[in-house]
Structure formats: structure tokens, C-alpha cells
């Protein structure tokens, strides 16, 4: 099984580490930066 750790990051930014490598998840302006894909986003994609 593989592991995945988030860290939350400034305005509402998240860091997920998975074993492969690194992402930023970010909500999109005006909420956050637009700096990564959202995290609903993310959740559809899987």
C-alpha cells in the first residue's frame, strides 16, 4: 500500500507527497492562488 502525507500550506495551498513525488493542491482565485489543481478536482480525477 502506498503512502501519501498532506500538509497544509498557506491561503488554503496543500502539499501531498506521495511515493513518486510532489504536488500542490490549491483552490482557484479569488479563494487561493490558482497555484495546483483543486482539491475536488483531484478527488474526480482518481
Known amino acids: 500500500m502506498s503512502t501519501v502525507t ?3 500550506l498557506e491561503r488554503l495551498q ?3 507527497v506521495m511515493e ?3 504536488l500542490i ?3 482557484p482565485p ?3 492562488d490558482g497555484a495546483g489543481p ?3 478536482g483531484l478527488q ?3
Open 25 to 27: 493542491s490549491d483552490e
Open 44 to 46: 474526480l480525477r482518481n
Open 30 to 32: 479569488p479563494t487561493g
Open 20 to 22: 513518486n513525488g510532489t
Open 14 to 16: 496543500h502539499s501531498v
Open 38 to 40: 483543486d482539491p475536488y
Open 6 to 8: 498532506v500538509q497544509s
